[in-house]
Protein backbone atom coordinates (compact mmCIF):
# COMPACT_ATOMS: atom_id res chain seq x y z
CA UNK A 1 0.00 0.00 0.00
CA UNK A 2 0.79 3.66 -0.67
CA UNK A 3 0.44 7.02 0.58
CA UNK A 4 -0.56 9.94 -1.02
CA UNK A 5 0.22 13.46 0.45
CA UNK A 6 -0.53 16.28 -1.99
CA UNK A 7 0.95 20.06 -1.29
CA UNK A 8 1.63 23.28 -3.05
CA UNK A 9 -2.01 24.50 -3.18
CA UNK A 10 -2.93 27.95 -3.11
CA UNK A 11 -4.55 31.38 -4.64
CA UNK A 12 -3.40 32.68 -7.67
CA UNK A 13 -4.32 34.76 -10.20
CA UNK A 14 -4.77 33.92 -13.70
CA UNK A 15 -1.67 33.87 -15.59
CA UNK A 16 0.41 32.95 -12.81
CA UNK A 17 2.18 29.62 -11.82
CA UNK A 18 1.73 26.70 -8.74
CA UNK A 19 4.04 23.98 -8.38
CA UNK A 20 2.36 21.23 -6.93
CA UNK A 21 3.93 18.25 -5.17
CA UNK A 22 2.87 14.31 -3.97
CA UNK A 23 4.94 12.62 -1.36
CA UNK A 24 4.36 9.18 -1.32
CA UNK A 25 5.50 6.94 1.53
CA UNK A 26 4.73 2.82 1.32
CA UNK A 27 5.71 0.16 -0.94
CA UNK A 28 8.53 0.98 -3.64
CA UNK A 29 7.61 4.11 -5.61
CA UNK A 30 8.69 3.36 -8.73
CA UNK A 31 6.73 0.66 -9.29
CA UNK A 32 3.81 3.21 -9.40
CA UNK A 33 2.20 4.79 -12.53
CA UNK A 34 1.52 8.28 -11.31
CA UNK A 35 -1.48 10.68 -12.14
CA UNK A 36 -2.87 13.85 -11.63
CA UNK A 37 -6.79 14.64 -10.82
CA UNK A 38 -9.00 17.37 -10.44
CA UNK A 39 -12.48 18.45 -9.37
CA UNK A 40 -13.79 21.39 -9.15
CA UNK A 41 -17.52 22.12 -7.43
CA UNK A 42 -20.55 20.25 -9.56
CA UNK A 43 -17.95 18.38 -11.78
CA UNK A 44 -16.71 15.12 -11.77
CA UNK A 45 -13.36 14.38 -11.71
CA UNK A 46 -11.29 14.72 -14.35
CA UNK A 47 -8.39 13.49 -15.61
CA UNK A 48 -5.21 16.20 -15.94
CA UNK A 49 -2.11 14.62 -16.38
CA UNK A 50 0.09 10.73 -15.81
CA UNK A 51 3.36 9.78 -15.67
CA UNK A 52 5.02 6.06 -16.10
CA UNK A 53 7.23 4.78 -13.97
CA UNK A 54 10.85 5.41 -15.31
CA UNK A 55 9.65 8.89 -15.99
CA UNK A 56 10.45 8.32 -19.77
CA UNK A 57 6.60 9.19 -20.73
CA UNK A 58 3.60 11.46 -19.98
CA UNK A 59 0.44 12.40 -21.15
CA UNK A 60 -1.84 15.71 -20.34
CA UNK A 61 -5.51 15.87 -21.33
CA UNK A 62 -5.68 18.31 -24.05
CA UNK A 63 -6.47 21.70 -22.13
CA UNK A 64 -3.05 21.55 -20.23
CA UNK A 65 -0.65 20.64 -23.07
CA UNK A 66 1.58 23.11 -23.27
CA UNK A 67 0.75 24.67 -19.69
CA UNK A 68 1.12 22.00 -17.14
CA UNK A 69 4.43 19.52 -16.40
CA UNK A 70 4.08 16.73 -14.51
CA UNK A 71 7.65 14.98 -13.57
CA UNK A 72 8.93 12.46 -10.66
CA UNK A 73 11.38 12.47 -8.85
CA UNK A 74 11.76 8.08 -7.55
CA UNK A 75 14.81 9.11 -4.97
CA UNK A 76 12.82 11.48 -3.16
CA UNK A 77 9.04 9.56 -3.29
CA UNK A 78 7.91 12.30 -5.01
CA UNK A 79 5.59 13.47 -8.33
CA UNK A 80 5.13 17.03 -9.35
CA UNK A 81 2.61 19.14 -11.50
CA UNK A 82 3.85 22.61 -12.97
CA UNK A 83 1.12 24.65 -14.14
CA UNK A 84 2.17 27.74 -15.38
CA UNK A 85 -0.28 29.88 -17.43
CA UNK A 86 -3.18 29.41 -14.90
CA UNK A 87 -6.62 30.01 -15.64
CA UNK A 88 -9.59 30.57 -13.64
CA UNK A 89 -11.37 27.33 -14.92
CA UNK A 90 -8.32 25.36 -13.50
CA UNK A 91 -9.99 26.14 -10.08
CA UNK A 92 -10.17 22.69 -8.46
CA UNK A 93 -9.20 20.50 -6.36
CA UNK A 94 -6.09 18.46 -7.71
CA UNK A 95 -5.69 15.02 -6.51
CA UNK A 96 -2.35 12.29 -6.95
CA UNK A 97 -3.15 9.26 -7.61
CA UNK A 98 -1.10 5.77 -7.88
CA UNK A 99 -1.96 2.96 -10.01
CA UNK A 100 -0.26 -0.78 -9.98
CA UNK A 101 -1.44 -0.73 -13.45
CA UNK A 102 0.71 -2.30 -16.65
CA UNK A 103 0.53 1.43 -18.54
CA UNK A 104 0.05 4.49 -18.14
CA UNK A 105 -4.05 5.24 -17.94
CA UNK A 106 -6.30 8.43 -18.12
CA UNK A 107 -9.26 6.70 -16.07
CA UNK A 108 -9.58 7.28 -12.64
CA UNK A 109 -10.87 4.00 -12.13
CA UNK A 110 -7.50 2.07 -13.27
CA UNK A 111 -6.32 4.00 -10.36
CA UNK A 112 -5.78 2.49 -6.51
CA UNK A 113 -4.60 5.08 -4.13
CA UNK A 114 -5.01 8.51 -4.13
CA UNK A 115 -3.87 11.12 -1.76
CA UNK A 116 -7.04 13.84 -0.20
CA UNK A 117 -5.99 16.83 -2.49
CA UNK A 118 -4.97 20.33 -2.15
CA UNK A 119 -7.03 23.08 -3.42
CA UNK A 120 -6.03 25.59 -6.37
CA UNK A 121 -8.06 28.50 -6.97
CA UNK A 122 -7.26 30.59 -9.39
CA UNK A 123 -8.83 34.41 -9.28
CA UNK A 124 -9.53 36.57 -12.96
Known amino acids: QVQLVESGGGLVQAGGSLRLSCAAS????????LGWFRQAPGKEREFVAV????????YYEDSMKGRFTISRDNAKNTVYLQMNSLKPEDTAVYYC?????????????????WGRGTQVTVSS
Open 97 to 113: AASTGRGISILHNDYNY
Open 26 to 33: GRTFSNYV
Open 51 to 58: ISRSGGNA
